[in-house]
């Protein structure tokens, strides 16, 4: 009985060390679960970094300054008491930010739609987006209760109206993050790519034009002509004067 006990009690002394191991073996150490952290963010950069992901992050910032434009640029009389309603500009400038602004939001949604200049476009678009935020804050910091102005009054801009709040700054922060991902990442089906290519091949075609070898131009073969000899000369002289004196006795 006792042999058996023993048996048994080493047998769990071994399963007991064997997980001890299979855990050490387990275990990471600091530098494997930095490696890996690196890993899943090259991972997600990648894919961020793909064409697709951008194409969402234009169609999405397109839409919105599309729409937030159109809605603003139909009703510039309210944008006008939306704008002087942040005491941060002016008076003489808010009218015409009042009628400016709509204009270049409803260029920078067209340009990011038509991937036409993309970057700058994005560059812009993250400024306005900054400008925005920081009204709204400073807003917040001042005590003032006052609505966004961000969607304009017209076109069903006034079902989404909202006042200031931390929600509104955070929202913009997102459409931010997508404008700085259109910076740094490519996109698909726009204008700058295409234009691209057509330059890309007109380049090609030049240099293709430029390192033709022009084949030189074969000679011309020179006919040698017999010198005449002396005596078929003088016989030709002969011929002519006999010829001038058949014609004067003719005469």
């Known amino acids: 009985m006792s042999t058996r006990q023993t048996q048994l009690r080493d047998g769990s002394a071994d399963a007991h060390t064997a997980t001890g191991a299979a855990g050490e073996q387990g275990a990471l150490t600091p530098e494997d679960a930095r490696a890996q952290w690196l890993a899943r963010l090259r991972r997600g950069w990648a894919v961020a970094h793909g064409p697709y992901p951008t194409l969402i992050s234009r169609v999405v910032l397109g839409v919105l300054f599309l729409f937030?434009?159109?809605?603003?640029?139909?009703?510039?009389?309210?944008?006008?008491?939306?704008?002087?309603?942040?005491?941060?500009?002016?008076?003489?400038?808010?009218?015409?930010?009042?009628?400016?602004l709509p204009w270049l939001e409803i260029l920078l949604g067209a340009y990011l739609l038509l991937?036409?200049?993309?970057?700058?476009?994005?560059?812009?678009?993250?400024?306005?987006?900054?400008?925005?935020?920081?009204?709204?804050?400073?807003?917040?910091?001042?005590g003032l209760?006052?609505?966004?102005?961000?969607?304009?009054?017209?076109?069903?801009?006034?079902?989404l109206r909202e006042d200031v709040n931390i929600g509104s700054i955070l929202r913009d922060a997102v459409w931010l993050l997508l404008a700085a991902h259109l910076v740094?990442?490519?996109?698909?089906?726009?204008?700058?790519?295409?234009m691209r290519r057509r330059s890309a091949h007109m380049v090609r075609s030049a240099t293709a034009r430029d390192s033709v070898v022009p084949t030189p131009a074969r000679p011309r073969p020179v006919r040698n002509t017999p010198a005449t000899s002396p005596s078929r000369t003088a016989s030709r002289a002969r011929q002519g004067s006999s010829r001038k004196r058949a014609?004067?006795?003719s005469r």
Do not use: H
């Open 115 to 142: 991937g036409l200049y993309l970057r700058w476009s994005a560059i812009i678009t993250g400024a306005l987006l900054i400008i925005f935020m920081v009204a709204m804050g400073q807003a917040l910091a001042r």
């Open 68 to 100: 937030t434009g159109v809605t603003k640029a139909l009703d510039p009389v309210s944008f006008e008491s939306s704008i002087r309603a942040y005491q941060l500009v002016p008076g003489g400038f808010v009218p015409i930010m009042a009628y400016a």
């Open 184 to 194: 740094v990442a490519p996109s698909v089906w726009t204008v700058d790519a295409r």
């Open 145 to 159: 209760t006052l609505q966004c102005g961000c969607f304009g009054a017209a076109i069903g801009g006034v079902t």
């Open 247 to 249: 014609a004067n006795r």
